[in-house]
């Protein structure tokens, strides 16, 4: 969605014509780009990073900051979702430490068996020999965040 777009978006989600979304107009804007209603921790999260603020909403700068940040996180839950299905080639909704093996066979990466076992370690938080979506998604997260 390009910038034209996204203020076209917010002044028709600004029925009010106040300068700003309210919590209200922030739940509609959210249906209409994304097909999903922000629920209310959301916004008060979205709402209590922005500095300085002097409304209870989010000014048209701060929505076009709002809509390209979520959209790249969207794209990273996406693309986590996406190669941790492709890790999990039998379906079984976790992966052990064998599909991390045959995962760095089929891309010729080398590894030592006691690197592995030390990174599958550090993912298998409840050390029960399984690495759930949860656990990995984290994981990927705090590294693209590094």
Do not use: W
């Amino acid at each position: 969605m390009n910038k034209y777009d996204i203020e076209k978006l917010f002044h028709e989600c600004d029925r009010k014509r106040k300068g700003y979304l309210d919590r209200e107009d922030i739940k509609v804007a959210s249906i209409r780009l994304y097909g999903i209603k922000l629920d209310k921790y959301k916004i008060e999260r979205l709402l209590s990073n922005i500095p300085n603020r002097t409304h209870p909403g989010l000014t048209l700068d701060e929505f076009i900051d709002f809509v390209h940040s979520y959209n790249h996180q969207i794209d990273r839950e996406d693309q986590n979702r996406e190669t941790f299905l492709i890790l999990d080639r039998t379906c079984k909704g976790f992966l052990t430490k064998e599909d991390f093996i045959r995962a760095f066979e089929r891309i010729n990466i080398k590894l030592k068996t006691e690197t592995i076992d030390s990174a599958f370690k550090q993912l298998d938080v409840d050390g029960d020999g399984r690495v759930s979506y949860r656990d990995f998604d984290s994981m990927m997260n705090y590294v693209a965040d590094e």
